[in-house]
């Protein structure tokens, strides 16, 4: 099981990126994929998640009505950010679990970076 994220980057207040995570090793039909982030000196934190055999989402209430997670693919999940605020900086992990409800990773990837600056 290998996860890799791409697409973070620096981007102005109000303005979008798109996060993607390409899974290797398996189909993410089965699994619960996840985004989550951290900035320095504290605690990683669930972003957002969604249910491979369902289709069902979850968001964090700082995000909601924001960002938007989807299964492009059975291998590729994305993280569709926008009206991105300084305070979503942070670097953004990709998390898998073979379940169909419980979202805490077994699996993570290396990270991206997102920067949202002026």
């Known amino acids: 099981v290998q996860l890799v994220e791409s697409g973070g980057g620096l981007v102005q207040p109000g303005g979008s990126l798109r996060l993607f995570c390409t899974a290797s090793g398996f189909t993410t039909d089965k699994y619960v994929m996840s985004w989550y982030r951290q900035v320095p000196g504290k605690e990683r934190e669930l972003v957002a998640y969604?249910?491979?055999?369902?289709?069902?989402t979850q968001y964090a209430e700082s995000v909601k009505d924001r960002f938007l997670i989807s299964r492009d693919n059975p291998t590729n999940t994305t993280l569709q950010m926008n009206d991105l605020k300084p305070e979503d900086t942070a670097v953004y992990y990709c998390?898998?679990?073979?379940?169909?409800?419980?979202?805490?990773?077994?699996?993570w990837g290396q990270g991206t970076q997102v920067t949202v600056s002026s």
């Open positions: 969604i249910i491979g055999v369902s289709g069902k």
């Open positions: 998390g898998a679990r073979h379940s169909s409800f419980a979202y805490v990773p077994a699996h």
